[in-house]
């Protein structure tokens, strides 16, 4: 049987218009993939959203699917586009006009892990590039797309939390010297894939928490929150990174000593997220 190529987990009873999902915390690596990488096994996790699917695993409870890849990032990105190949490591891809992620090894079929190591020695060729986006990058999308439609159609809108974590090291240039850096990133690229009565709500639920939260600033939001939000069909989307140093030790990519402390501060905020998707109207909300 070929691997499964992601994980929902539904509740009991969708009460809520929101979707959570997790396309970077997948941690199953193909031995074939392993065998071919130049890097250790603790380096070629580095690009991990290493147990986000942990920290947000409560969702079904408060009435939301919660779809989690299985692949890791390194194999694939589910949150590049299903086209974006790098030349330098796929033959026979076509060159794009400039793609800055592409450029810097981070397509669909990431070259490079965190700190632009390099995952391969030579080059894989395009079909085995199609069979990774088939296997494993398409399933994944026609099932959150179907969730999303799914939810338009029992609530009358659908909202994405599109989650993520972010190195510590991100955060080390973030705002004005002695003002704090963030624990949360919100990104919905600039007003563009949400709506801000949504997103206020968002940033509400985490400070209440009593977190620290920026928009958009450094992560706006890629693939995902690009391709799925569209407020003005009442289908938003947001992307959450979270400051890794909260629950994990970044060296050892092991559970940091507060990690269950942490995770059930996180599933207040689940609570609060799923709450927002029960206002009937965001519209009306927003007037």
């Known amino acids: 049987m070929p691997p499964s190529p992601y ?3 539904l509740p009991e009873t969708r009460s809520t218009s929101v979707v959570f999902a997790s396309p970077h ?27 986000v699917d942990l920290l947000f ?24 586009g299903p086209d974006e190949f790098d030349p330098a490591l ?25 700190n632009g190591r390099q995952i391969y020695r030579g080059k894989m060729t395009l079909v085995e590039a199609h069979h990774r986006v088939a296997q494993y990058w398409r399933p994944y999308h026609d099932r959150l ?17 599109d989650c993520h974590s972010m190195p510590h090291e991100a955060l080390e240039n973030m705002g004005p010297p002695g003002a704090g850096r963030p624990d949360v990133v919100l990104g919905d ?14 940033e509400a639920a985490f400070v209440a928490a009593g977190l620290k939260v920026a928009r958009n600033m450094p992560f706006a939001g890629a693939y995902i929150t690009q391709h799925y939000g569209r407020p003005s069909r009442q289908q938003h989307a947001i992307q959450v990174e979270i400051d890794r140093a909260l629950y994990m030790n970044e060296k050892t990519l092991t559970p940091g000593a507060n990690f269950e402390a942490f995770r059930d501060l996180l599933d207040g905020v689940i609570a609060s997220l799923a709450g927002i998707g029960r206002i009937t109207d965001l519209r009306v909300a927003a007037e």
């Open 7 to 9: 994980h929902l987990a």
């Open 25 to 51: 915390s997948g941690r199953d690596y193909p031995a074939a993939f392993l065998r071919r990488a130049v890097l250790d096994a603790q380096e070629i996790r580095s690009s991990e959203d290493a147990f």
């Open 57 to 80: 695993a409560s969702a079904p409870l408060h009435g939301a699917p919660f779809l989690t890849a299985t692949a890791p990032r390194a194999f694939l990105d589910l949150n590049r």
């Open 90 to 114: 796929i033959e026979g891809a076509r060159r794009h006009a400039h793609n800055p992620r592409i450029a810097s090894g981070l397509g669909v079929v990431p070259r490079v892990v965190a």
């Open 145 to 161: 797309q179907m969730l999303l439609d799914q939810n338009l159609t029992d609530f009358g809108q659908a909202i994405l939390i």
């Open 189 to 202: 690229r600039f007003g563009a894939t949400a709506s801000g009565v949504v997103v206020d709500q968002v």
